[in-house]
């Protein structure tokens, strides 16, 4: 008898203590597998995994996560650069500054996949009408590589505000471009702006 009331009139300070022990615990397995894809010298298929296990234990905004996410959007396994750009997405905020910088190292990649890849990200990222961000893409325009040419066509949009005259300037200067492809993206894009 003398037991159920003192578990009744403590059962929210239990169930906070063990919400908190899960939260530390899920932490530690974050950490632990963050070091793993920091050193990346695992197969692909063993990143992939941890990756897949940081998916269920990662935080919002966390500093490491991003910078190591940001890093592996560059890796050569397609697969894992995919995983790695969702779970950013995920992590990081619109406007979050650090996952801008480590990305906009990555536009001038060799990899036109990596470049598309960054300018898809970036465009979830950065914030509306930001000067820097719009440069940034502005140039990629300008890309050898077609894909690479549509991504930032979208990102363009995702980043200008409706109806800002230096990113319609900037789009109407594709019109004429070579290939269909990045055409049909700018008349997409005018569109939204």
Do not use: N, W
């Amino acid at each position: 008898k003398s037991v159920l009331p003192y578990i009744s009139e403590h059962f929210d300070s239990i169930k906070d203590l063990r919400g908190q022990q899960q939260r530390s615990a899920s932490r530690l397995r974050g950490e632990v597998l963050l070091q793993r894809l920091q050193q990346s010298r695992e197969p692909p298929a063993m990143m992939l995994a941890a990756l897949g296990e940081l998916e269920q234990c990662v935080e919002e905004g966390d500093p490491l996560t991003i910078s190591v996410l940001c890093e592996l959007v560059t890796h050569q396994h397609a697969p894992l650069r995919q995983k790695a750009v969702r779970i950013l997405m995920q992590v990081a905020a619109k406007g979050d500054q650090q996952a801008f910088e480590a990305l906009s190292s990555h536009l001038q990649h060799p990899s036109g996949h990596v470049r598309q890849v960054v300018l898809e990200v970036l465009g979830h990222i950065a914030i509306t009408g930001d000067r820097r961000a719009f440069e940034e893409v502005s140039f990629l325009l300008g890309d050898r590589q077609p894909q690479v040419k549509v991504a930032a066509v979208f990102c363009m949009v995702q980043i200008s505000e409706v109806g800002a005259e230096p990113a319609i300037q900037a789009l109407c200067h594709r019109m004429q471009d070579r290939d269909a492809s990045v055409r049909a993206a700018v008349v997409e894009a005018l569109g939204k702006l």
